[in-house]
């Protein structure tokens, strides 16, 4: 059965022009608003049989010291470990997290505990980087896979030795957040463009000419000067700014399910194609096309273009053969391989040749 192919539909020149208005809230982020990973270390109990075994020490030692708490004093020898597991418990802190707010938590299992179904997590303080407490995670996991062993027999199905509690955690600490520095604020671009971040500095200074606004390189955009107290407010007008964005032509193809994902802007160069038996051939011609004498007199748009006209020829079992108005691009390729019943991992192969052979117009990223 042949794998599916999604491919992106390639529009014209204009339409892609629009497409690629977006809003700086959504291609950007403000330098020093970020979420913060959280890690602890931690006892799931509860569990029937399935912990942690007598030969690791750190389990009967963490009992122990459980029990000491609670002003109960045990020996090693007398500790069975079964219904508990060691576990290294995980959160991510939200930016503006305030102390209350409860956040989920992961529960993985730190030592050879079977499952952890049906466990629960003792009270497990979460730390930072800089070693400070800022939740506390405690609840009933849930692991959505089991483990069953009998005679030899195994029925396992998911990972139970890796569990998940929502809204496991309330936050003790908040963090301070510093967007503000020496008055001014700093928007990182998700993806790294020269053409990007200067349309942003273009917008920016023309609905902001009091502020000054330079791109500290393809990737940071800075503003300046900004005064705390409304360093909120400008942020909420700047995010609400539309700028165009440069398109980054790719071409995405992953072998294990067979599909094929490329962007609008994708092109391919004249290119002769020989596989399994099948020879392709690409060829594209430019034109000019030329307006009448008068016919930019009202309306200055009107200028003289190059167009470029494609031939798409395949030879094989069956032919195709049409052409192009707006050169030959991934779509066009994709559709002519597929008339002469080409598998999708064929054309696979066919996309990492023409990229090795330089006539692919694009990133190709093979998963």
Do not use: W
């Not at 463009?193 to 500095?201: C, G, I, L, P």
């Not at 000067?225 to 407010?233: G, I, K, L």
């Not at 031939?311 to 050169?327: F, L, M, T």
Request: glycine content about 8%; proline content about 3%.
């Amino acid at each position: 059965m042949r794998a599916f192919i999604l491919m992106l539909a390639v529009l014209s020149s204009f339409a892609a022009v629009a497409s690629n208005q977006a809003r700086i809230r959504d291609i950007t982020r403000v330098d020093g608003v970020r979420e913060n990973s959280l890690v602890g270390y931690g006892i799931v109990v509860g569990l029937a049989g399935s912990g942690d075994s007598s030969r690791n020490k750190a389990t009967l030692q963490s009992i122990r010291n459980t029990l000491e708490n609670f002003g109960v004093a045990v020996s090693n020898d007398d500790i069975k470990s079964n219904n508990a597991a060691a576990v290294i418990v995980t959160a991510d802190l939200n930016a503006f997290a305030q102390p209350g707010d409860k956040i989920d938590v992961h529960v993985s299992s730190l030592g050879d505990a079977r499952s952890l179904t049906g466990g629960a997590l003792y009270l497990t303080p979460l730390k930072g980087v800089d070693d400070k407490i800022y939740a506390l995670a405690q609840g009933n996991l849930s692991t959505g896979g089991y483990k069953f062993e009998q005679n030899q027999n195994v029925v396992q199905r998911n990972h139970p030795t890796v569990g998940f509690i929502p809204q496991g955690a309330i936050v003790e600490k908040e963090i301070d957040q510093q967007f503000v520095r020496n008055n001014q604020i700093q928007f990182v671009l998700n993806q790294p463009d020269f053409v990007t971040a200067e349309s942003m500095v273009q917008v920016l200074k023309q609905n902001f000419p009091e502020l000054k606004v330079r791109a500290l390189h393809a990737g940071k955009v800075a503003v300046s000067p900004v005064a705390p107290e409304q360093a909120m407010m400008l942020i909420a007008h700047i995010q609400q700014l539309r700028v165009q964005t440069a398109s980054i032509a790719r071409v995405v193809v992953n072998e294990k399910t067979g599909t094929v994902v490329a962007g609008a802007d994708v092109t391919v160069g004249d290119v002769v194609i020989s596989h399994a038996g099948i020879r392709l051939e690409i060829q594209t011609r430019f034109r000019t096309s030329q307006p009448g004498a008068f016919a930019g007199i009202n309306n200055p748009s009107v200028r003289t273009e190059t167009m470029p006209d494609t031939d798409v020829k395949i030879e094989g079992e069956r032919e195709a053969y049409y052409a192009s108005q707006g050169g030959t691009n991934i779509a066009e390729l994709v559709a002519a391989l597929k008339k002469v019943n080409l598998s999708t991992r064929d054309i696979i192969s066919i996309l990492q040749a023409i990229n090795q052979s330089g006539a692919l117009n694009a990133e190709l990223i093979v998963q």
